[in-house]
């Protein structure tokens, strides 16, 4: 006899950004009694508490870097800076009642399937402030764990981790011999004083052009590494007046409106990358013709034009990054580094750069990263043993064969390099939300999607790959050792909507 369905399950959620909060506002909404949010930090954000560095902001248009159930009126900026969107976050999970559902300061350690008692039994470490930054990038945050673990059971584990959370470091040799400050964006250290210092940049990304421009102005010298030059493309941020946020709070279709512009706009772009990659001839001609007009040294030019297909890498967005970059106290080296030294860094070419400080602005473990924790599913399954060895692969980015009730938020193959990502993880929400409920309409205890299904779709989505800008022949974080592209979606974001709209019983297994 089945179980009546009333979502009595016992739902674990980990992090606590705009996957995690959206997840437990729309489980909250379904009337699941049993929800608890674990977050490690001592606040909810995600990366957008995380990513503090000076300028930080998101290369998405506000209206459409927000949830489309909680539209925002009082955006400032047409790009919404990291303080404005870490704030629109805590007010989503105030005004939403998440907040006393939320755990911080609590890290999930593990996660286990008990194959006997069909549960998962999660690991938590309670985490606690140290005294504040020591500027070494091997203490982010000086976050110190209590020996003692808690263990929990949960019938549904939801990994909202996100993609961008595990800061990568550059494997130089020396790492640990440098005696000044040295610490990742994303783990920035603001009690280091940088003015009239010498800094050392290490990487060119998405980070490092944003802040960059900022620190310039104020230390003495600024030396910044660069292995590839970015794509760039003027940013047409502006300010959102007084009258325009007005507007949007009285009448809020108009917001609304702005919203679907803006993500058609973007969502067009899909086409060069996927479709016709030639098109991409014309938006490097708009980009090449950028550079030559910020940039007029021939020398400094050359090092910062890219050879290879505009969306191969990621496309950056900025109009203060070049004026920066050409400043008498900033030096581009484009000589790789052989070794870091107890007071600065060696180039292959033999120069020793004294510096005061190294900022690591060098991205996530993304293609090639393990789990987001240790998940040992049925049957005594290992996910990072398995994703190590293969790559990560999920159905849809948010099952994983042999890992029953197990969810994650924006997994494998679900990134972007077009549009905004809070389309994809809203599309997210609603399948594992679909998926809740088919497992209450069934009466069953688990479910998991089958092997074979999982096993076609990565296929499927592999071969998609071909053809695209994204294997045109660069080197990418989007792309494992193996040159298989783990991270991005290969089409169109209303596509990936279509797919994940309703669970199919037929994908899964269901268990009692």
């Not at 400032?76 to 805590?90: D, N, S, V």
């Not at 590494?225 to 709070?249: N, Y």
């Not at 169109?492 to 269901?510: E, P, V």
């Amino acid at each position: 006899m089945k179980r009546p369905c009333k979502i009595p399950l016992r739902i674990a959620i980990v992090g606590s950004g705009f996957a995690g909060i959206g997840m437990a506002i729309r489980l909250k909404q379904l009337g699941v009694a049993t929800l608890t949010v674990y977050e490690a930090a001592d606040e909810i954000g995600g990366t957008w508490r995380d990513n503090a560095y000076p300028g930080a902001a998101c290369d998405i248009p506000s209206h459409l870097y927000s949830f489309s159930f909680a539209p925002n009126p009082s955006w400032t900026r047409t790009f919404g800076p990291q303080a404005e969107i870490l704030a629109y976050l805590k007010r989503c999970a105030r005004e939403h009642g998440i907040e006393p559902l939320i755990r911080c300061n609590t890290r999930v350690a593990a996660a286990r399937f008990d194959d006997a008692a069909r549960v998962w039994r999660l690991e938590l470490l309670s985490t606690a402030r140290g005294p504040g930054p020591t500027g070494r990038v091997d203490t982010p945050g000086a976050i110190e764990e209590t020996p003692e673990v808690q263990v929990v059971e949960a019938d549904v584990v939801i990994a909202a981790n996100g993609p961008l959370s595990r800061p990568a470091l550059p494997k130089i040799e020396g790492m640990d011999r440098f005696r000044g400050a040295l610490f990742h964006s994303a783990r920035w250290n603001s009690a280091y004083p940088l003015e009239g210092k010498r800094i050392a940049v290490i990487g060119t990304g998405a980070s490092a052009i944003q802040f960059i421009p900022r620190i310039q102005p104020h230390v003495g010298q600024l030396h910044v590494f660069q292995r590839t030059p970015p794509w760039i493309m003027p940013r047409p941020d502006r300010a959102i007046g007084e009258r325009a946020q007005r507007v949007f709070r009285t009448l809020p279709f108009v917001q609304r409106l702005v919203r679907w512009r803006v993500y058609w706009q973007h969502e067009a772009r899909a086409l060069a990358f996927v479709v016709k990659p030639d098109w991409m001839r014309a938006p490097m001609r708009f980009a090449s013709s950028y550079l030559e007009r910020r940039v007029e040294d021939p020398e400094l030019r050359a090092k910062l034009t890219p050879d290879y297909t505009l969306g191969c890498k990621r496309v950056l967005l900025s109009s203060d990054y070049y004026p920066a970059i050409t400043q008498p106290n900033v030096e581009v080296v484009t000589a790789p580094i052989r070794e870091i030294v107890a007071d600065g860094l060696v180039t292959e070419d033999g120069r020793h750069y004294q510096v005061d400080a190294i900022i690591c602005g060098t991205g996530f473990d993304v293609a090639d990263a393990g789990a987001p924790f240790p998940v040992v599913g049925a049957r005594g399954a290992d996910l990072d043993e398995r994703w190590r060895a293969q790559g990560p692969q999920a159905y849809l980015g948010a099952s994983i064969a042999g890992f029953p009730n197990f969810f994650m938020m924006i997994g494998p193959n679900t990134g972007l390099g077009h549009n905004s990502m809070v389309y994809m993880i809203e599309s997210h929400i609603g399948y594992i939300a679909d998926c809740l409920r088919t497992l209450c309409k069934r009466g069953a205890r688990t479910m998991e999607v089958r092997a074979d299904v999982q096993n076609a779709f990565n296929a499927k989505l592999q071969d998609a790959f071909r053809g695209t800008v994204w294997m045109s022949g660069c080197r990418s974080w989007y792309l494992s050792e193996s040159g298989r592209n783990t991270v991005l979606w290969p089409g169109f974001t209303f596509a990936f909507r279509r797919l994940t709209r309703r669970a199919r019983t037929s994908d899964y297994r269901f268990g009692d």
